[in-house]
């Protein structure tokens, strides 16, 4: 995947990680002085306010038992070093939201395997427990996402099916239901404010809001089986979502806070 923090520094992930100073005319590769192996693999990477954050894989004993931790650097020109005040997680992949100068945390702690949430604050890399814990169990895929002082998170319910959306519009401190109708097991969120968010359910995207109604948007047609990787937003216009269509990724975009969205052709 590749993320950019302004129009000149990028980073470009997967097995490894690479960066760019040079607006992608250039690209270096970045060493964690992770172990060898799959370990080191950066998962997940966010950035904002001049400084980039990763999930990065320190811990594989087998394709079940995986160990996560946390990274980060400052750009342009910063070193890249673990955050060690956010402890690890596993087996399963964290979540990463990152808005302005606060960054979020949500897992299983690799010890224990109980649920945490953390957050840094003001441009700090020490974590904390977010005070208002977590409402229900996050669902897979890509299900966390951040807006100005708001939260939205996807959630399973006790079968494993998706539960629907819960917000929080003080950046954790505590959580309401915003949704309840969902039922993909795998699903996406972008929050494009403290009222609303675009999220993925049975191949369609719906819109879902703080005050627990939803309602539909107008996109290209797709099977029900399609997943989504990414959904996203910019600014309260331009957003991007990624669904996986027969085995293929797409681009989508919305120039309309995801009223309306279409394909990007290549």
């Known amino acids: 995947d590749i993320r950019f923090g302004d129009g000149q520094n990028g980073w470009a992930y997967g097995g490894g990680l690479w960066q760019t100073t040079d607006g992608g005319q250039t690209w270096n590769a970045v060493s964690l002085e992770v172990s060898v192996g799959r370990d080191g693999a950066v998962e997940r990477l966010a950035a904002a306010n001049n400084r980039v954050w990763a999930i990065v894989l320190t811990g594989a004993s087998s394709m079940t038992s995986s ?4 990274y980060s650097a400052t750009y342009p020109g910063g070193t890249w070093a673990k955050v060690r005040s956010a402890g690890s997680f596993g087996p399963s992949l964290p979540m990463l939201a990152v808005q302005g100068t606060t960054a979020v945390v949500i897992g299983n702690d690799a010890t224990t395997g109980a649920e945490r949430a953390i ?20 669902a897979p895929g890509d299900p966390l996402s951040a807006t100005t002082n708001a939260l939205w998170l996807a959630c399973t319910s006790a079968t494993g099916k998706s539960g629907g959306a819960y917000v929080s519009p003080d950046f954790g401190h505590s959580w309401h239901v915003a949704s309840s109708v969902l039922s993909d097991a795998t699903v996406a969120i972008g929050a494009l404010d403290a009222k609303s968010a675009i999220m993925s359910d049975r191949g369609m995207l719906v819109r879902v809001s703080a005050d627990g109604s939803t309602g539909a948007v107008t996109a290209p047609d797709v099977p029900v089986t ?10 309260g216009s331009d957003g991007f979502a990624i669904p996986i269509v027969n085995d293929a990724r797409q681009l989508w975009r919305t120039t309309d806070g995801g009223a309306h969205w279409f394909v990007v052709k290549f």
């Open 119 to 138: 957050a840094a604050t003001g441009g700090s890399t020490t974590f904390t427990n977010l005070p208002g814990g977590l409402p229900c169990t996050a």
């Open 67 to 70: 160990t996560y931790g946390l």
């Open 226 to 235: 399609t997943t989504w990787s990414f959904i996203g937003f910019t600014d």
